[in-house]
């Protein structure tokens, strides 16, 4: 899929409508997550790091095609708090830490406006997430009138148990959206959001979708 995504841009194109560069990204990120339970949950959303490499087709003036590949990171903390049982002398406390980390390539539409040396523009279009890794951090705390304790476990929802079946799903989708400037000498900056429709889970009744607000500084580099 990646190859076929680049190859695509870059076969049979002039090299002055070409441009290729680096990028960092910083993802804002967050989980809609919709269950069948009725514990109540309280997220708390994460900014996670990442980057990559950034293909940009230029039509001609006004529109171009933007793809690449990039390293992206969802993370975010999800706090139980089990109601108080009359009568039971205990409570249970927990959270729950996601760290999903993807490989994203994105094919984006392009309108710019030029004006002077800066370059104005806004697009949007699908995206394709692969999942590398999926670390989930349960942590429970029990409290009794003796004292507490707490338990503390990591898995990887990516991984197959002895069904074959897996916790997350390992391929993600969405659109995505953003709004720029880029310099004459190359460098330009975005800030986008992107919109995940695909389930992740394979539960018929539970949803989780991921979210992320992006803030992206890259450069091109000189023809």
Known sequence: MITLVLGTMIAGTSFSQLSIGVHATGTYSSTQLKTTESIPLKQTRKITPGGGATVEYAFNKKFA???????LQHSSDFKMEMPVTPGVPFTVNSSVTNKL????????????????????YAGAGPYLNVGLKAESTLTAEFTTPQGSIKNKETIDLFKEDD??????????YGVTALAGVRLHNGLFANVGYQLGLGNNVDEENDKLKTRGLQLTIGYFFKK
Do not use: A, C, E, M
């Open 65 to 71: 095609l933007r793809s690449g590949i990039s390293y």
């Open 101 to 120: 980390q993807y490989l994203n390539v994105p094919i984006i539409g392009l309108y710019t406006k030029h004006i002077g040396n800066l370059s104005f």
């Open 163 to 172: 069904q074959g079946n897996t916790g997350l799903k390992r391929i993600d």
